[in-house]
């Protein structure tokens, strides 16, 4: 069902011409993405077949996205879905429903993709776009909290999948069905909150705060070292790559915020280090992925074929269990060519946003978030491969499409600092001549 209901968002994407547009657009993305489901809701057709599943997404995300001069049409992830298209068809052997499935969730992530760039081309129209944007953000935090917590009392809601129960007894997994997705997506929702913390609306300024700080609980609750690693190394380095014009009241408190939490969950982190300081099978697993990854080096075995293929050889991988490396995982699925089209648009937006940096308007904080979010999804992509599908694959690629029409788009001239950065510049180029 979440696929077709991800074909319904990006169509409301394409036609909110409205407020009130926006906002349910929003509504459904936080329902699908941020709420989460569990990544074994988010692998069937709801009753359609592979082909026809297919062929509506394709269908609907060109009409929608590609209306409106196509100014939010996911072109970036086009040479993607067109590589594995053509392998789908022609060249991998071994094509199931799982594969179709894998397939398509790589197709409603390029849609993701496309919605988060045309929610950041309407963000203008509306001088309390932001207010709008991070109290959803605020409310999936607080929904995600709110499960976490009934989680670690015993409540059973969104119980963790059965592949994984045994290993995450007595850590909360939110609606995400494993503690470090829900890790992961409150991390993402952080990147979001960050440039609003900028913001010239006071209110939407204090909720983002609000929403960061909240987001910390459930990363917490998820005992997830990895993810409170990666959450702590995003905010002290925004804190870090703030303008020198910022106050340092503000850098501060960021620090004491990652210290005061952190100091909360100390004693769990402490007893899961110590019950498991190797992280599980992450090494054996590892070690069967780069043993057979050469034996299908430039295509790969077919996303979704990972288990099948890689469990004929080992016995913990065909119990269902894939290796914990985002990177190698798609190395084996989709070859050497689709690993670079997967990645190559994220490390080409971070590289280009780098030289925004020194810019005290919107554009050079969405420039900073884009960056740091790259960053952190390639450290949490070593240790972890929940990534490369379902709700945090929507999210991630909804985060990039836009964050980085934010940091690449028409200034905020609403925003009295962008006058005083670009006469400031003009001046400097002006007196360097």
Not at 149 to 170: K, R
Not at 303 to 310: K, S, V
Request: charged residues 10%; aromatic residues 12%.
């Amino acid at each position: 069902m979440s696929t077709i209901i991800a074909i319904v968002v990006a169509f409301l994407g394409a036609l909110s011409f409205s407020a009130i547009g926006v906002t349910i657009t929003l509504s459904a993305i936080i329902v699908i993405a941020l709420f989460g489901l569990p990544r074994s809701n988010l692998l069937g057709f709801a009753g359609l077949n592979a082909p026809i599943a297919m062929s509506a997404m394709v269908i609907v995300g060109i009409v929608a996205l590609f209306g409106r001069k196509g100014k939010s049409f996911p072109f970036a992830f086009v040479p993607l879905i067109a590589y594995l298209l053509v392998l789908m068809i022609l060249g991998w052997t071994n094509v199931t429903d799982s594969t179709w499935s894998s397939f398509n969730g790589y197709v409603v992530a390029a849609l993701a993709f496309g919605v988060g760039l045309y929610l950041a081309n309407r963000h203008q129209e509306s001088p309390r776009f932001d207010r709008w944007f991070i109290f959803f953000c605020f409310a999936a935090a607080v929904f995600q909290t709110l499960v976490a917590v009934l989680q670690t009392q015993g409540v059973m809601l969104f119980p963790s999948e059965s592949t994984t129960t045994e290993f995450t007894v007595g850590r909360a997994s939110g609606s995400f069905g494993h503690p470090g997705n829900l890790g992961k997506a409150m991390i993402f929702v952080v990147v979001l909150a960050l440039p609003v913390t900028r913001s010239v609306d006071a209110i939407a300024r204090r909720l983002a705060i609000l929403t960061i700080i909240v987001c910390l609980i459930p990363v917490g609750l998820s005992v997830s070292r990895t993810n409170f690693v990666v959450m702590a190394m995003v905010l002290v380095l925004w804190a870090l790559l703030l303008p020198r014009s910022s106050k340092l009241g503000g850098r501060l408190a960021i620090l004491g915020i990652v210290g005061v939490v952190g100091f909360l969950f100390l004693d769990q982190f402490i007893v899961r280090l110590t019950e498991d300081p190797a992280g599980g099978a992450r090494d054996h697993l590892a070690a069967v992925a780069l043993k057979h990854i050469p034996d299908n080096l430039l295509i790969g075995v077919g996303p979704g074929n990972y288990i099948p293929y890689f469990g004929q050889f080992d016995a913990l991988t065909g119990s269902g269990w894939p290796v914990h490396n985002m990177f190698l995982l798609a190395l084996a699925e989709l070859g050497l060519a689709g690993a670079v089209l997967l990645f190559f648009p994220s490390i080409v937006f971070s590289v280009r946003a780098i030289p925004a940096f020194r810019r005290t308007d919107e554009r050079g904080s969405y420039s900073r978030a884009l960056v740091l979010m790259t960053l952190a999804v390639s450290v949490v992509g070593l240790t972890s491969w929940g990534m490369l599908g379902g709700s945090l694959l929507y999210l991630w690629f909804f985060t990039l499409g836009y964050l980085a029409r934010r940091a690449f788009g028409k200034a905020d001239t609403s925003n009295p600092e962008v006058i005083t950065t670009s006469a400031v510049l003009r001046t400097r180029d002006h007196l360097a001549r």
